[in-house]
């Protein structure tokens, strides 16, 4: 992002954040709602360029932490000056150390629970960004900058090619061996069945006991709403949810809630 600069005698400058749009992806339908997060404007006095790389760190820092508490409102792209935070975020150690925080307590969790003998404790995944990694078409799509295409993520989906998050695949292990019932849970749909079914075992995602994608009559529901009602499906088959797992606040609230959620960290998009 070009910063004016001006260089007196001191090196003083205002820095002037302008106002971002933000962006959203995944398989389930975008909100069109914009959400400010840096304000406008926003005329601070630095001492130097090092101070502006700073601030902007920090600031995005900032927002990312208030997208994973559930603190912003719905938003469609990522900030324009965050990009390459969100960038370094996703490639960096960062994004692995808190994926692996995450498992680790949804492990000592799953751990702790005294299953029942019925077969009926289940625990719930979200596929892309929890068990799937999409990171290699967000890499070639501004990581969350441009605003999600459709047909663009579905011609992905269908290469087949996303590879395992692994510190999830661990936990999906450790949950399986614990004797849950694991179901999937997708806003993918119903069409990309067969490959998402190849994609998870060639990543080594096995033995779930149901895969549950968008039929037709759940395209355009609102990711929470589509997620609810499978829920409560499974609830009315005897089923006990404790335990859910997603990179969406949209995959974990709503109705029919598991007894603990695990939420995965994505700076990328927001599904509402």
């Not at 179901?183 to 998402?196: A, Q």
Request: hydrophobic content about 40%.
């Amino acid at each position: 992002m070009a910063i004016p600069i001006q260089f007196p005698f001191l090196l003083r400058f205002f820095f002037l954040f302008s106002l971002c749009s933000f962006s959203v992806s995944d398989s389930d339908s975008p909100n069109s709602h914009q959400h400010r997060v840096f304000p406008r404007p926003l005329i601070v006095e630095y001492a130097g360029v090092a101070e502006v790389a700073e601030e902007v760190r920090l600031r995005c820092g900032a927002w990312r932490v208030a997208g994973e508490a559930n603190n912003l409102g719905e938003w469609k792209t990522v900030p324009e000056e965050c990009v390459e935070y969100v960038k370094e975020y996703m490639t960096g150690k960062g994004y692995l150390v808190d994926l692996e925080m995450v498992s680790k307590e949804a492990e000592e969790y799953a751990k702790s629970v005294k299953l029942s003998d019925d077969g009926k404790d289940a625990w719930i995944f979200d596929i892309d960004e929890t068990l799937l990694s999409n990171l290699p078409y967000y890499a070639a799509h501004g990581y969350g900058l441009e605003l999600f295409d459709h047909e663009k993520f579905n011609d992905w989906v269908e290469t087949g090619g996303a590879p395992a998050i692994e510190p999830s695949l661990k936990l999906y292990e450790d949950v399986l061996n614990l004797g849950f019932k694991v179901i999937l849970l997708t806003g993918r749909s119903e069409r990309h069945r067969s490959v998402t079914v190849d994609n998870l075992v060639n990543a080594g995602f096995k033995e779930w006991d149901q895969l549950i994608l968008r039929s037709s009559a759940d395209q355009g529901k609102r990711a929470v709403l589509f997620k609810s009602e499978k829920r409560n499906e499974m609830e009315k088959d005897g089923y006990r949810i404790l335990g859910n797992s997603g990179d969406q606040w949209s995959d974990l609230l709503g109705s029919s809630l598991s007894v603990r959620s695990f939420k995965l960290p994505n700076p990328m998009y927001y599904i509402p």
